[in-house]
C-alpha cells in the first residue's frame, strides 16, 4: 500500500509505504489505504485534502451512512470519523 499527498503544482508533499501481514478483500485494501493516508494528513498537518480512489464501491460505502456488517465496516465508519474531523473532501 502506497500513500502520497501532492501539492496543486505537483510536488510531493509527504509520501508512506506500508505493508500489511494479513490476506484481506481488494476493498478492504483501499479502504485501509484511505484510512491510512487521511491519518497522514492528520499527523503531518496537510490541509485541505481530497481523498480519490479507483474503487467505486469503497467510495459508495464511505457516502453512504448505512452500517457495514462486515470486516470492512470498522475500517469504513473509522474513514467516516476521519473526514468529519478534518472536513476532507471526498
Keep these: 500500500m502506497s500513500l502520497k ?3 496543486t503544482e505537483g510536488f510531493v508533499m509527504a509520501s508512506s509505504s506500508q ?3 494479513a490476506s484481506f478483500s481488494p476493498q478492504v485494501v ?3 489505504a484511505i484510512s491510512r493516508g487521511l491519518q497522514l494528513v492528520i499527523d503531518t498537518g496537510l490541509h485541505p485534502c481530497r ?3 479507483d474503487v467505486k464501491v469503497v467510495v459508495d ?6 452500517l ?3 470486516e470492512i465496516g470498522n475500517v469504513i465508519a473509522d474513514i467516516r470519523i476521519l473526514l468529519e474531523k478534518e ?3 471526498y
Excluded: G, M, P, Q
Design 51 to 53: 481523498i480519490d480512489s
Design 61 to 66: 460505502w464511505i457516502n453512504s451512512s448505512e
Design 87 to 89: 472536513r476532507c473532501l
Design 19 to 21: 505493508t500489511i501481514e
Design 68 to 70: 457495514l456488517c462486515s
Design 5 to 7: 499527498k501532492v501539492e
Design 30 to 32: 483501499k479502504a485501509l
